[in-house]
């Protein structure tokens, strides 16, 4: 499949006359063309025709970037350097936003492109009617090739292309080979809702290699499950299971946008109990509607594009609320897919909120039971998907998966069901619940419904195993895993809040986002400015840009692990607070009470805080500095001794000071 609309030799290009090269591109071209494109092009082709003349390699124009549902305007391979060039014809300045989105195109290709990975990159950003200025050309500190965003004018761009020619002497590039190099992108969770939410494949924008089962796969063997549930008139139900970052939500909104055929009545919902990710998701999605419709100059309100989303993205509570209307009349959705599943409540929990806020006094269900029953109320069939996490339970009440086997066993015998091979594992708590359906005629298990391999950090897939092991207190494993994690993944330890900022804004390029990430128990971080009170707008957190306080990037607000959960930062700060401490006898479990700390004894809220921990140390996709305060023995709430051991514990394992 071609990722450029025009692609040829510089050579041959010269000899091409610009309406030739022109019409090429819009044949290529999917969307109604604007006579500002068609300017454009026919500028950007004039420009590169003569400056190009004593260059030998290759050009690719309008160069798709999926994960971001957009286009490099022009991608020249010359000698040893992939040029990344984007044209703002017309401009006289340039703008923050025009040199981090050139920035973002660069970081897109050398991450994610694997024949892009060791040569240099340059991106350069043109704005056409720009006064010349002297040009500084110098390479990121990360030693990876790639440079510094250049600015140019039309006039300049053929000497700055010589001097990075010559700044980057390298291992020429073979152009045949890089043009075979896959393209295995790890987008986070917005960027992909984005891409699929616009009609892009799953295959587009995941990787597809041999270390990881695809998600292709995943998603094709739910969706086999839905067919044949159609055509037979069945219900099922399915356990998906994934580490952390594997990719869970993205195969749920995977699903949920592919089956939906307005025409045959088929109708697809991804639910989650997850307030904040369910409203970024909505935010994101209708944001980028209505920028998409703008640039087609077509105008579509916030409003009515909210809507349209609110359609197949919704609170998993709101959902259930909607059914609880008629208990005879089945929702209008056939496929349910719902991400964490194994947050929902328990039965106590859900018959204390029914009779508290629904006034219904004699709830018997558990949320598990109440929803699958919804479902169920199909005369003909119906498909639910549970999206399971591994130690993720963080709230009091929710029931963890074994509850919904549960509920399949009392009430509803004829579902057939099917079962990720890993379920049975500890971190899924199914227990002893999943040798009460061995008996059962209708269960399969199936090896595709389990997702391995973490996709979150696309720099080191054995996060997760590190912080699972931290969590264990196996200190040797997490030594071990160390070694594999540091070359690609850096993790760094610090006792100064200061220099870990200072290390986040220098580790991060183009719209890379960080931010300050801490446990919703800690209570004692206010002498360091962070208030887990103080109320934070997770929207404006994860969406907004870094000309906005409310963003994380200002290193103001900060998210606790109800934040984060199902999102990812790419460079994450974790501010370890007394609530959760290291000891020789083992982790230790605190909450802050009136003024001071108490011990935490319930085992089960001893797991919620654990769990919380383990959430925050998962959030970063490239890296992440941890910060356990020095403490104050002036401040009896605040010792040294609360949080001197903890950092010791992070030594022991090996993490690099700062």
Same mark, same amino acid.
């Given at each position: 499949?071609?990722? @450029? ?18 019409? &090429?591109?819009? $044949? ?15 500028? $950007? ?227 989650? +109990? ?18 998409? @419709? ?74 598990? @039971? ?6 169920? =109320? ?12 591994? +130690?993720? @339970? ?91 994690? =540091? ?33 919703? $128990? ?58 959760? =401490?290291?000891?020789? &006898? ?18 089960? =809220? ?53």
């Amino acid at each position: 499949m071609r990722r @450029e609309y025009y692609s040829d030799t510089i050579t041959n290009f010269l000899k091409t006359s610009s309406n030739e090269i022109l019409a &090429q591109l819009v $044949q290529s071209n999917e969307f109604a063309l604007e006579q500002t494109q068609r300017d454009s092009w026919l500028e $950007q082709i004039q420009i590169l025709q003569s400056i190009l003349g004593p260059n030998v390699g290759s050009l690719y124009f309008e160069y798709s970037i999926p994960r971001m549902g957009k286009r490099i305007d022009v991608v020249l391979l010359i000698e040893s350097v992939i040029f990344v060039l984007e044209f703002k014809v017309g401009e006289k300045e340039f703008p923050a936003y025009a040199i981090e989105q050139v920035w973002d195109y660069a970081l897109d290709l050398k991450n994610f492109h694997e024949t892009s990975h060791e040569h240099f990159i340059a991106p350069v950003l043109i704005a056409t009617k720009a006064k010349s200025q002297a040009t500084t050309i110098s390479a990121t500190p990360h030693n990876d090739k790639l440079l510094f965003p250049i600015k140019s004018d039309a006039a300049l761009l053929g000497q700055i292309i010589a001097d990075v020619l010559i700044f980057a002497d390298d291992e020429k590039i073979v152009t045949t080979v890089w043009e075979k190099g896959r393209y295995q992108p790890t987008p986070t969770i917005i960027e992909a809702a984005k891409a699929l939410y616009n009609g892009h494949s799953v295959s587009e924008i995941s990787r597809s290699d041999a270390s990881a089962i695809n998600l292709s796969k995943t998603s094709d063997v739910i969706s086999e499950i839905i067919h044949t549930s159609r055509a037979q008139s069945q219900k099922a139900i399915c356990f998906v299971t994934g580490v952390p970052g594997a990719g869970k939500t993205l195969v749920g909104l995977n699903i949920a946008t592919k089956h939906v055929d307005k025409d045959n009545e088929l109708y697809s919902v991804f639910l989650s +109990g997850n307030g904040p990710l369910v409203a970024i998701l909505r935010e994101a999605l209708a944001r980028d509607k209505v920028n998409r @419709e703008k640039e087609l100059g077509r105008k579509v309100k916030k409003g009515a594009a909210l809507s349209e989303v609110k359609a197949f993205i919704q609170n998993v509570h709101h959902f259930r609320d909607e059914c609880l209307v008629d208990f005879s009349k089945p929702p209008i959705e056939h496929v349910a897919l719902f991400d964490e599943a194994q947050r929902a409540w328990d039965l106590e929990q859900t018959a204390s909120f029914m009779r508290r806020k629904k006034n219904k006094p004699n709830f018997e269900q558990s949320e598990p @039971e109440f929803l699958i029953s919804c479902l169920n =109320r199909h005369p003909d069939w119906a498909v639910v998907v549970c999206l399971v996490g591994g +130690g993720q @339970e963080i709230n009091t009440g929710e029931a963890g998966i074994s509850e919904w086997i549960s509920a399949l066993n009392r009430s509803f015998p004829d579902w057939h069901i099917y079962i990720s091979s890993r379920l049975s594992d500890s971190e899924y708590s199914a227990g002893n619940i999943l040798d009460e359906i061995k008996n059962r005629a209708s269960v399969t298990t199936k090896d595709e419904l389990h997702l391995a391999v973490s996709m979150r950090s696309f720099r080191a897939e054995n996060v997760s195993l590190l912080v699972k092991q931290m969590l264990d207190l196996d200190t040797l494993g997490a030594q071990n895993t160390l070694t594999q994690v =540091r070359e690609k993944y850096p993790i760094v330890v610090t006792r100064d809040l200061a220099k870990a900022k200072k290390w986040l804004k220098e580790q991060a390029r183009g719209s890379e986002r960080y931010g300050i990430i801490v446990s919703s $128990q800690a209570e004692r971080l206010k002498p360091h400015a962070i208030d887990v009170k103080s109320p934070m707008d997770p929207i404006h957190w994860f969406l907004d840009g870094k000309d906005d306080v409310r963003s994380s990037y200002f290193l103001e607000d900060v998210a606790t692990e109800f934040d984060v959960q199902g999102l990812e930062l790419d460079w994450a700060c974790v501010t370890w607070d007394a609530d959760f =401490r290291y000891a020789k &006898q083992g982790w230790e479990h605190w909450s802050f009470v009136g003024s001071k700390w108490n011990r935490i004894r319930k085992q089960e =809220r001893q797991g919620y805080l654990k769990n919380a921990y383990r959430v925050l140390l998962t959030r970063a996709r490239q890296g992440m500095v941890i910060v356990v305060p020095c403490g104050d023995d002036k401040d009896m709430t605040r010792k040294h001794e609360f949080y001197d051991d903890t950092f010791e514990f992070l030594l022991k394992i090996g993490f690099q000071v700062i």
